[in-house]
């Protein structure tokens, strides 16, 4: 089988990354870190050289959701907490295409979060790029599902009373096949994160931390660069998997014992309570897709898109006879 990386749609020349900036006026606040994940996803889309009418990016609502407005792709500013399922159905019809999904914290860990959870089941080849600022930024600065419990961000009069979440845990545990966690200012491991999460055949989940300057001073960008006290000795708050013994990523997926014992690790790794914020790839494995499953019950739909399937003739009669799915209902 062709990896994905040689199926994805490519062009010889690739696109720059300002050629994939629209024309739209940005309105984010100053600092805020959502620049820098528009500004990572346009350097990713470029460095894989996709073809950019062959990238569809959907968003949710929120300060985030503006971020298909920005990228010069084709794509759709959905509604709140549904941006899954507009890109689950794209690509389903769209196979060929390159489908980006992206969302606040609120909108993908809240009001979305029953889609959230079944589209991991579901592992349709896409990528889900969340925004996690802990915080509904556009709402005035309301806590979404990861703000933990007793934090206080300036835009709460009382300290918050909820659990928090925990975003990649659930992922793992929801079946996603591909869980990261990146940081908006941390331009070159965000860009390769993407990379890798739009190359894995599967859906992947890059959570990214994200300030927002406005709402939330707890994490401003001050928090992340700076230094904390582990094991006596100051280290940078920020560090990768990569420089650890940690590797998320499953070696043999068709052991089934070896699969959950892994996978256990991996939540492990995500519960794992620390100043210090681990990013990169704390899962990984590679498994059949919706996609392949769709073709072996559908054999007619084995290399091809749906969306070429012509459902009528030139006549516009039906070429299908779906009369037996309204049998049951015949009297
Ligand atoms: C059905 C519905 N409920 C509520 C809202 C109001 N609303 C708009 S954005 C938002 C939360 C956004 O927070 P988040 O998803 O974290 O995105 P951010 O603004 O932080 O990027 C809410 C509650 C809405 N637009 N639609
Ligand atoms: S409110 Fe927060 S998340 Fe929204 S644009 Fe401003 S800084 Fe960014
Ligand atoms: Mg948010």
């Not at 990016?57 to 899954?84: E, M």
């Not at 060929?96 to 979305?112: E, K, Q, S």
């Not at 918050?160 to 845990?169: D, E, F, G, V």
Request: with cysteine; glycine share 8%.
């Amino acid at each position: 089988m062709a990896t994905k990386q040689q199926q994805l749609p490519t062009l010889d020349t690739k696109v720059k990354p300002f050629q994939l900036k629209s024309e739209k006026p940005i309105d984010w606040c100053p600092g805020c870190g959502d620049f820098g994940i528009v500004n990572a996803i346009q350097q990713a889309v470029s460095e894989l050289g996709l073809v950019p009418w062959k990238v569809n990016f959907f968003t949710g609502i929120g300060c985030s959701g503006k971020s298909s407005q920005y990228l010069q792709a084709y794509g759709v500013h959905t509604l709140h907490g549904r941006v899954l399922p507009y890109a689950l159905g794209s690509k389903i019809v769209n196979p060929d295409n390159v489908v980006l999904a992206a969302g606040g914290d609120g909108d993908g860990y809240g009001i979305g979060g029953g889609h959230f959870l079944h589209a991991g089941r579901r592992n349709v080849d896409i990528t889900y790029i969340v925004f996690n600022n802990e915080v509904y930024g556009l709402t005035k600065g309301q806590a979404s599902p990861t703000l933990e419990v007793g934090m206080q961000p300036k835009s709460l009069a009382l300290p918050h009373i909820s659990q928090s979440i925990n975003p990649l845990a659930l992922a793992i545990a929801a079946g996603y096949t591909f869980v990261a966690r990146s940081y908006s200012f941390d331009a070159k491991h965000l860009k390769q994160t993407i990379m890798a999460a739009i190359e894995h055949r599967g859906i992947s989940l890059v959570d990214v931390h994200q300030p927002c300057p406005t709402y939330n001073d707890l994490h401003p960008k001050e928090y992340y660069s700076e230094k904390v006290m582990e094991n006596g000795t100051e280290m940078p708050r920020v560090y990768y998997l990569d420089d650890t013994d940690y590797n998320g990523v499953v070696a043999d997926s068709t052991d089934a014992e070896a699969v959950n014992a892994k996978k256990i690790e991996a939540i492990e790794r995500a519960y794992k309570r620390e100043e210090r914020i681990a990013l990169g790839v704390y899962w990984k494995i590679d498994m059949p897709t919706y996609e392949d499953r769709l073709q072996s019950v559908i054999p007619a739909l084995q290399g091809t898109s749906p969306i070429t399937i012509p459902f009528h003739d030139e006549d516009m009669i039906p070429t299908t006879d779906l009369s037996y799915a309204y049998e049951e209902f015949l009297v």
